[in-house]
């Protein structure tokens, strides 16, 4: 297997500045950064999950060249509302930190915002990548349904993906039929994501893109500990074995996608960032 550090990876979903569990020691972004660049990751999308986050993103976006932002508001705190989301969108449009709105959707498993709520700011995403057209980041949880009959009936946005995919091959199908990307993160190497496999296994590589989702769900062998985007390349190795794939053609692969899907270029050699065209 060729060795990890000479392929280059993009770690299209972290929260770099998320706070972990009392008792965890958590790097701070730039050391998380850093540590992932030595590596061979070349790129990252910092993600939000409401207002607060959607500003700290973009000003970690702004002094990082391969660090981008989205900017949105998370099931959890569907109950803040959309307000400031969108006027703050418009702002960045120009500024090249800004590369799509969410995460955002639905979760029935913990519930935190009434389902009415998450649905009608899901909804207002939607809109708002639509009339952006921004790549929309969806997180869903035990609501497929609900997720698929909303983006049906509003209209699937032109980029749309489904982060931390946890599927089976029916929603990964499903995803897949109606132009959407699956990402995938560690939970591939969880001895009990069968299903995930699956579907990882009968998805288009071009439909597949890799994540971490730091500092949570760390892969296999460090689960317990704080996740971290230097771990992406775990994923992508599960990956390339679960498609009988080689590691190269797995991190070429997501790397091409990821930069198609988000319009960005990701650091052609680890440890020279370079920002978007």
């Given at each position: 297997m060729q060795h990890t550090n000479?392929?280059?990876?993009?770690?299209?979903?972290?929260?770099?500045?998320?706070?972990?569990?009392?008792?965890?020691?958590?790097?701070?972004?730039?050391?998380l950064l850093a540590d992932a660049r030595g590596a061979g990751v070349v790129g990252f999308v910092d993600v939000a999950v409401d207002l607060k986050s959607s500003r700290r993103c973009l000003a970690v976006a702004r002094a990082e060249p391969d660090v981008w932002a989205t900017v949105g508001v998370h099931p959890h705190s569907a109950t803040e509302g959309f307000g400031g989301i969108e006027d703050l969108a418009r702002s960045e449009l120009s500024s090249g930190a800004l590369v799509a709105i969410g995460e955002c959707g639905l979760?029935?498993?913990?519930?935190?915002?009434?389902?009415e709520?998450?649905?009608?700011?899901?909804?207002?995403?939607i809109g708002l990548a639509t009339a952006?057209?921004?790549?929309?980041?969806?997180?869903?949880?035990?609501?497929?349904?609900?997720?698929?009959?909303?983006?049906e009936s509003l209209g699937v946005p032109?980029?749309?993906?489904?982060?931390?995919?946890?599927?089976g091959p029916a929603e990964a199908e499903r995803a897949v039929a109606m132009g959407a990307l699956l990402s995938i993160s560690g939970?591939?190497?969880?001895?009990?994501?069968?299903?995930?496999?699956?579907?990882?296994?009968?998805?288009?590589?071009?439909?597949?893109?890799?994540?971490?989702?730091?500092?949570?769900?760390?892969?296999v062998p460090h689960r317990g500990r704080p996740n971290r985007p230097a771990l992406v390349a775990a994923v992508g190795e599960r990956v390339a074995e679960v498609k009988?794939?080689?590691?190269?053609?797995?991190?070429?692969?997501t790397v091409a996608t990821t930069e198609r899907f988000y319009g960005v270029r990701a650091r052609r050699?680890?440890?020279?960032p370079q920002s978007q065209p």
């Open positions: 000479s392929l280059r990876w993009f770690d299209n979903h972290c929260h770099l500045e998320s706070e972990v569990r009392p008792g965890q020691e958590q790097l701070a972004a730039s050391e979760d029935y498993h913990y519930d935190h915002s009434p389902r709520v998450q649905r009608a700011v899901f909804e207002e995403h952006l057209d921004l790549p929309l980041v969806i997180h869903t949880r035990e609501a497929w349904e609900d997720t698929f009959a909303i983006l032109r980029r749309v993906v489904f982060h931390c995919f946890t599927g939970i591939v190497t969880f001895g009990s994501a069968g299903e995930l496999r699956d579907a990882v296994r009968c998805a288009p590589l071009d439909h597949l893109m890799v994540e971490t989702d730091t500092p949570y769900l760390a892969p009988d794939l080689t590691v190269a053609e797995v991190s070429a692969g050699q680890p440890g020279h």
